[in-house]
């Protein structure tokens, strides 16, 4: 079996963070691994706080799976400090990982900041450029690029940004760093743009109207990675973890007060 591994927050309500990336894992059929770079406090109402993990508890996870497992993926969540961003950048590259997925976590939907100020600049720097993938969101794209990123058009003009801005860095001549800008928070479908250095495609699928979206970017971007573990090109993994989140959303457990979390446990044919 595939063994991916998800370096990423943990969030008790298990919408978002690890929880939902190992349960995403799963469901597409591959093994989940999950080192956690920052306790949150959070249910589907808020996040309340977060307990970032010192470097040498972080080093301490990885390291004895790097010794291990041969990990066909790797996704990256919230990396909230600059040094967690440098071990993860440094595993990436003494380890030779391949099908790096980067979601850049900056903020909550809810708007809890998820990265400590400064952090989010040298996450651009140093691990972006080490991505075979990066999954932002509309918010995160136009804050990475310093760019207005509010329509389709905005999308396209940031995915190629980005990718030049990666690729200019160019830490890791294999990276493929493809750029994958997620419009779920587009007014009227749920577009998605793949940007991977020579074409532009665009993704779409019906807006599902629903409150029950939490951890959607983390979902997506793990149903990426484990895609990716399994040898599916880059815009036939789009079009399957797409069809698996629209899948999850559609049958969400409807729990909590707040945003609830998505169905990870769905098939993608439901
Ligand atoms: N908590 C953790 C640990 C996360 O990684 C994320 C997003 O990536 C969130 C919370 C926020 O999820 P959402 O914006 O979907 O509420």
Not at 83 to 89: M, P
Not at 144 to 154: F, P, Q
């Amino acid at each position: 079996m595939l063994v991916v591994l998800s370096i990423a927050g943990f969030d008790p309500s298990g919408g978002a963070g690890v929880l939902a990336d190992i349960k995403t894992f799963a469901a597409l059929g591959c093994f989940g691994a999950a080192a956690i770079t920052s306790l949150t406090s959070q249910n589907t109402t808020a996040v309340y706080a977060a307990y970032h993990q010192p470097p040498e508890v972080l080093r301490a996870q990885l390291e004895p799976l790097m010794s291990d497992f041969d990990i066909a993926a790797v996704k990256t969540g919230m990396l909230p400090t600059r040094a967690s961003i440098e071990i993860v950048a440094t595993t990436i590259e003494r380890h030779q990982l391949t099908n790096v997925v980067v979601d850049p976590v900056i903020r909550s939907t809810s708007g809890y900041d998820l990265i400590d100020d400064g952090a989010a600049a040298f996450l651009a720097e140093r691990l972006l450029p080490l991505a075979d993938l990066m999954t932002p969101n509309m918010a995160e794209a136009a804050w990475l690029t310093r760019m207005k990123v509010e329509d389709l058009d905005g999308m396209q003009q940031a995915a190629r940004q980005l990718y030049e801005q990666c690729q200019a860095v160019r830490l890791k001549p294999t990276a493929r760093c493809a750029v994958l800008i997620t419009g779920g928070h587009l007014a009227d479908e749920a577009a998605d743009v793949l940007y991977d250095g020579s074409e532009t495609r665009i993704f779409r699928a019906p807006k599902i109207l629903t409150r029950n979206t939490h951890g959607t970017g983390c979902t997506l971007s793990s149903a990426m990675a484990a895609l990716l573990a399994q040898g599916c090109d880059t815009p036939e993994a789009v079009r399957r973890a797409k069809d698996y989140v629209v899948a999850a959303l559609r049958t969400a457990p409807n729990i909590g007060h707040g945003a609830g979390p998505l169905n990870h446990s769905v098939m993608s044919d439901e």
